[in-house]
């Protein structure tokens, strides 16, 4: 179950970063077929690899897994930056997210 969802969720990722499996494998000091191993199933990344491919798609592992949120990658960012906002700044921020919610 797990196998199948993480070669789909890799898969789906590289397309919407709109590279090949040659390319990301390359990217992550790999042989060409590395990528193409994993998305044919033959294959799962070992736990350190598995966060090598989590931060070349600038996400979270628990982001990963995440697959409903439509924009893990802009989502990292935004906590990112917003980390570094004082309490102050982070409520102002927050009262602006529930502003946007609500017209949803």
């Known amino acids: 179950m797990y196998e199948s969802f993480v070669k789909d969720r890799i898969t789906a990722l590289r397309l919407k970063k709109g590279v090949s499996e040659y390319q990301m494998s390359y990217d992550l000091g790999h042989s060409r077929s590395y990528i193409y191993n994993i998305s044919s199933g033959k ?58 919610n609500k017209n949803k």
């Open 43 to 100: 294959a799962l990344p070992p736990l350190k690899e598995f966060f090598a491919i989590c931060d070349y798609f600038g996400i979270t592992p628990k982001q990963f897994f995440e697959d409903g949120t439509k924009h893990p990658e802009l989502i990292q960012k935004a906590v990112e930056g917003m980390s570094k906002l004082e309490e102050d700044d982070l409520i102002l921020l927050l009262s602006i997210i529930n502003k946007f």
